[in-house]
């Protein structure tokens, strides 16, 4: 059954590269939620004046993957413990934030928070929002697929290229065929 969910974990280049290498992950769309701006442009997020983050909207197939699994995955590709950052990215754009579509979503998120808590895979609190979605606003076209159209470039090897190989390593059997090269 195709579902869509929205999640923000920082730089939307970095997640984006995550989901799309993922079995039963039809399209992953890079943009902004959270926010009150309508229709709001990289830059006006970016100043952090608009109240969005830099988030991916993933459309997938729950009879494939999980929300669960999502979810993993997301706590296992980014800091979810530091408010409004991820790495040298800083501001309110960058926060960590699920943005649940109804009673279930929520439940399941915060029950997730709740064992990754209890397990302490992190020695500080997590701070991910658990919020209602609103409105996804896709970004510009120029962000679609910029890892793999920009590998060399230093963000690009030096950031998201750690966080393939923890995918990889972490959830290889999850990954697409063609990603596995």
């Known amino acids: 059954m195709m579902q869509r969910v929205v999640f923000a974990g920082g730089c939307f280049w970095c997640t984006e590269a995550i989901y799309k290498r993922l ?27 608009t109240g969005h983050a830099e988030a991916i909207q993933i459309e997938y197939d729950s009879n ?26 800083v501001g309110t754009q960058y926060r960590s934030a699920i943005f649940y579509a109804d009673a279930n979503e929520q439940e399941i998120a915060e029950r997730v928070v709740q064992e990754i808590t209890d397990e302490k895979i992190y020695p500080d609190k997590i701070v991910t929002e658990i919020i209602p979605f609103t409105k996804f606003y ?44």
């Not at 030096?158 to 059997?173: D, N, Q, R, T, W």
């Open 23 to 49: 079995r039963g992950v039809v399209s992953v769309t890079p943009g902004y939620a959270g926010g009150e701006t309508e229709n709001p442009t990289y830059e006006e997020v970016s100043s952090g004046t």
């Open 138 to 181: 896709p970004a510009e076209d120029y962000h679609r697929d910029y890892y793999d159209r920009n590998r060399s470039q230093g963000f690009c090897s030096i950031v998201i290229g750690p966080k393939i190989a923890k995918l990889m390593k972490e959830y290889a059997a999850d990954v697409k065929d063609e990603f596995r090269k």
């Open 64 to 89: 494939v993957i999980a929300y669960e699994k999502l979810l993993a995955i997301f706590f296992h590709t980014h800091d979810p413990t530091t408010l409004n950052q991820q790495g040298a990215d």
